[in-house]
Structures are given as C-alpha cells and as structure tokens.
C-alpha cells in the first residue's frame, strides 16, 4: 500500500479514462476504483473527494435518490459515518462496452454498538469522465 501523500497524487494528477487498448482502460479505471474504496475504508474523504468530477451525481444507499457534487457527497457520508462503522472492500472490476465500470463490492455496516446492520454484496456502477467518477449507481 502507499503512502496516504502516493494515493493523493493519484487523485491529483487524474488523466482521461481514454485508452489505446482495453487493457490499459481497464487498469486505469481499476487503479482510481481501488483507491477510492481504500480511501472511503480509511475516511480520507479529501483524497476520495478528489476521485470525483466537481459535479458528481451520486446514489444515496441509505435514503434513495441522489446527491450531487462534491458537498452532497460529503454530506452524506458525514452522516453515514455518523450513524455506522461502514466498508465496502471490492470483489472484482468489469469495463462495459459503455466504459461505466462495474464492481462486485462486499458492504458490512455495523451500528455503535457493534451490532451488525448488513453484510451483503452488491454491484456499483461508475461513469468516468476525463479520469474522475462523473456518476455512481447502485444496484441490488
């Protein structure tokens, strides 16, 4: 693992999710999901923030609906946070024709107590523009 000063360039220095070959898309997209995850896991929320496009649109797993942009987002994990000790540890990556990426994530949340709220997987959509996370999915 990096540096936590390593894994904030990546964010800061972010290129196009545009490739000559598949390959080298894939790895790309799947180098940016990695370290969000990993920052999301460790609540570095500035370096996950810096994954995402100024104008993110970004799927509410608790309530439903959408937030948008960068305070949306931080919003609504700041009140995730809150309320649960929260991970999502990524299973595996798939680039669609479409290039959104689709990840098969495990997802556990505890209460406060240590109570267990959910340990499921689920699959995460993301639609990547010029090399930040331009929309995230959910789905079930």
């Not at 920052?39 to 993110?56: C, E, G, I, K």
């Not at 309530?63 to 595996?92: C, F, I």
Request: one cysteine or more.
């Amino acid at each position: 693992m990096a540096k936590r000063g390593d894994q904030c360039r990546l964010c800061r220095s972010a290129k196009p999710v545009v490739a000559e070959s598949k390959g080298a898309l894939v790895s790309q997209a799947e180098q940016l999901l990695k370290h969000l995850y990993d920052r999301f896991n460790a609540r570095d929320m500035d370096a996950v923030l810096a994954t995402m496009h100024p104008d993110v649109v970004w799927a509410n797993g608790l309530e439903g609906g959408y937030v948008h942009g960068h305070n949306g987002v931080r919003e609504y994990w700041t009140k995730q946070w809150a309320a649960m000790d929260s991970r999502a540890d990524p299973l595996g990556f798939s680039i669609k024709v479409d290039r959104s990426a689709e990840v098969l994530v495990h997802l556990t949340a505890r209460d406060h107590e240590g109570k267990v709220l959910f340990d499921t997987n689920a699959i995460h959509v993301f639609r990547l523009h010029n090399g930040l996370i331009s929309r995230f999915d959910i789905l079930q």
